[in-house]
């Protein structure tokens, strides 16, 4: 079996509108303890990343602990956002509910669901290729990590994804038996 514990990151400064280089706030920076706690004792054998800043530095504390470079992987990264929207337009959860009511919407330059997905089942099978019967930690977001719940849980939507839009950082453990999830465990580490 492979064991992967998606970790997605810790709360982000949103006045930095830059999504690659999107820092922690101190509050996401002090939690990042919580990840480290928590994958203590999974016995991780490699801790990889999207490559944005917010993700990398979520798991980086538990990966210099361990002695582990975070290998950043270009496929794990978080829809690119239309330039016309952000997290603070008016009508930014209304352009959300829409993207997953129809996984091919978008509104101007901005990545689909469908895309976002595609491009991280993508990365997971390279990933589970690689590190077949390991344990890893892999730095994610909030969209990214709620498409990869989707494929393997179709009946994950719009309400699940608002249900843990304020979690950060939050944990999902998916289980493999070579490319076939078989289990899907959804972890709020704020809750012990």
């Given at each position: 079996?492979?064991?992967?514990?998606f970790?997605?990151?810790?709360?982000?400064?949103?006045?930095?509108?830059?999504?690659?280089?999107?820092?922690?706030?101190?509050?996401?920076?002090?939690?990042?303890?919580?990840?480290?706690?928590?994958?203590s004792?999974?016995?991780?054998?490699?801790?990889?990343?999207?490559?944005?800043?917010?993700?990398?530095?979520?798991?980086?504390?538990?990966?210099?602990?361990?002695?582990?470079?975070?290998?950043?992987?270009?496929?794990?990264?978080?829809?690119?956002?239309?330039?016309?929207?952000?997290?603070?337009?008016?009508?930014?959860?209304?352009?959300?509910?829409?993207?997953?009511?129809?996984?091919?919407?978008?509104?101007?330059?901005?990545?689909?669901?469908?895309?976002?997905?595609?491009?991280?089942?993508?990365?997971?099978?390279?990933?589970?290729?690689?590190?077949?019967?390991?344990?890893?930690?892999?730095?994610?977001?909030?969209?990214?990590?709620?498409?990869?719940?989707?494929?393997?849980?179709?009946?994950?939507g719009?309400?699940?994804?608002?249900?843990?839009?304020?979690?950060?950082?939050?944990?999902?453990?998916?289980?493999?038996?070579?490319?076939?999830?078989?289990?899907?465990?959804?972890?709020?580490?704020?809750?012990?």
């Amino acid at each position: 079996m492979t064991n992967i514990y998606f970790v997605r990151h810790a709360e982000s400064d949103f006045s930095v509108h830059d999504g690659e280089t999107r820092p922690l706030t101190a509050k996401g920076r002090s939690d990042c303890r919580l990840v480290t706690e928590f994958l203590s004792d999974k016995g991780i054998d490699a801790v990889l990343s999207s490559p944005y800043k917010r993700a990398v530095d979520t798991v980086a504390d538990f990966a210099a602990q361990n002695n582990f470079e975070v290998v950043k992987i270009d496929g794990f990264r978080e829809r690119k956002s239309d330039s016309d929207w952000s997290r603070h337009h008016a009508h930014f959860f209304d352009f959300i509910k829409h993207q997953w009511a129809d996984f091919n919407y978008t509104h101007s330059d901005g990545e689909c669901l469908a895309d976002v997905q595609a491009r991280n089942i993508a990365a997971l099978n390279d990933v589970l290729a690689v590190y077949k019967n390991q344990n890893i930690a892999i730095g994610t977001h909030g969209t990214a990590l709620s498409t990869i719940i989707n494929h393997y849980e179709n009946t994950y939507g719009f309400e699940d994804f608002m249900e843990m839009v304020n979690i950060m950082p939050w944990v999902v453990k998916l289980v493999f038996v070579g490319n076939e999830c078989i289990e899907i465990q959804k972890i709020n580490i704020f809750n012990k």
